[in-house]
């Protein structure tokens, strides 16, 4: 499976052909084309690498990665900018993004900076650390309860294998407790949580009817 990308843009004819080179270059990608758009589509489910126009009509870009990085999102941010590039560079990284790229620009280059910005995401990639019972990636840490920890054991090794519900109470809870499925799943959404904010996207997927599968 590729990496997934997000684009936020509002022009939509260098939206359509960002997109398509990117999807060339092998990445799953979704758009929107204004900021409220991004917030409501990345926020909980946030793509491998996200491009953010500065100029949207709704709102500033870095605003809008500002609000991600809030939220938790650590997904790596290239902000697409007009004007005096080093001044907007500087804007960009105070806002939290990790690149910014100038417009007009060639594909190749988006393809180049996005690149090295999933390179950065592979090399931070989040851990398992079973010792200290905690979610590592790089210098950040999300501690775990004595439950998460255990069912984030069995996801994990038995990663891209669907885990029934079942099993995963078994793992969580006691023998004989009682465990509704709605403690089960808000436990997972700690989890997801949890690994978000160390920038695990989209780690936990939900297999309706079975139970859940890390990837």
């Given at each position: 499976?590729?990496?997934?990308?997000?684009?936020?843009?509002?022009?939509?004819?260098?939206?359509?052909?960002?997109?398509?080179?990117?999807?060339?270059?092998?990445?799953?990608?979704?758009?929107?084309?204004?900021?409220?758009?991004?917030?409501?589509?990345?926020?909980?489910?946030?793509?491998?690498?996200?491009?953010?126009?500065?100029?949207?009509?709704?709102?500033?870009?870095?605003?809008?990665?500002?609000?991600?990085?809030?939220?938790?999102?650590?997904?790596?941010?290239?902000?697409?900018?007009?004007?005096?590039?080093?001044?907007?560079?500087?804007?960009?990284?105070?806002?939290?993004?990790?690149?910014?790229?100038?417009?007009?620009?060639?594909?190749?280059?988006?393809?180049?900076?996005?690149?090295?910005?999933?390179?950065?995401?592979?090399?931070?990639?989040?851990?398992?650390?079973?010792?200290?019972?905690?979610?590592?990636?790089?210098?950040?840490?999300?501690?775990?309860?004595?439950?998460?920890?255990?069912?984030?054991?069995?996801?994990t090794d038995r990663r891209g294998q669907v885990v029934?519900?079942?099993?995963?109470?078994?793992?969580?809870?006691?023998?004989?407790?009682?465990?509704?499925?709605?403690?089960?799943?808000?436990?997972?959404?700690?989890?997801?949580?949890k690994l978000r904010a160390v920038g695990a996207v989209?780690?936990?997927?939900?297999?309706?009817?079975?139970?859940?599968?890390?990837?």
């Amino acid at each position: 499976m590729g990496d997934s990308a997000g684009i936020c843009e509002d022009d939509e004819t260098l939206r359509t052909m960002m997109q398509r080179a990117l999807e060339q270059a092998g990445f799953t990608v979704r758009t929107t084309a204004t900021g409220a758009a991004a917030l409501a589509a990345f926020t909980d489910d946030p793509p491998d690498v996200l491009i953010l126009d500065i100029g949207l009509p709704d709102a500033d870009g870095r605003d809008v990665c500002r609000s991600l990085r809030a939220h938790g999102v650590r997904t790596p941010v290239l902000l697409l900018a007009t004007g005096d590039v080093a001044a907007e560079q500087m804007a960009a990284a105070e806002a939290g993004g990790d690149d910014c790229l100038a417009k007009p620009f060639p594909l190749a280059a988006l393809l180049v900076r996005i690149g090295r910005l999933t390179q950065l995401r592979a090399h931070d990639a989040p851990r398992l650390d079973r010792s200290a019972r905690a979610i590592v990636a790089g210098d950040v840490r999300a501690a775990l309860t004595p439950t998460e920890f255990r069912i984030l054991v069995l996801l994990t090794d038995r990663r891209g294998q669907v885990v029934t519900r079942a099993e995963l109470v078994a793992a969580g809870w006691p023998s004989g407790a009682t465990v509704t499925d709605n403690t089960l799943d808000a436990y997972v959404a700690r989890l997801r949580r949890k690994l978000r904010a160390v920038g695990a996207v989209e780690a936990i997927r939900t297999c309706r009817g079975l139970g859940y599968e890390l990837r």
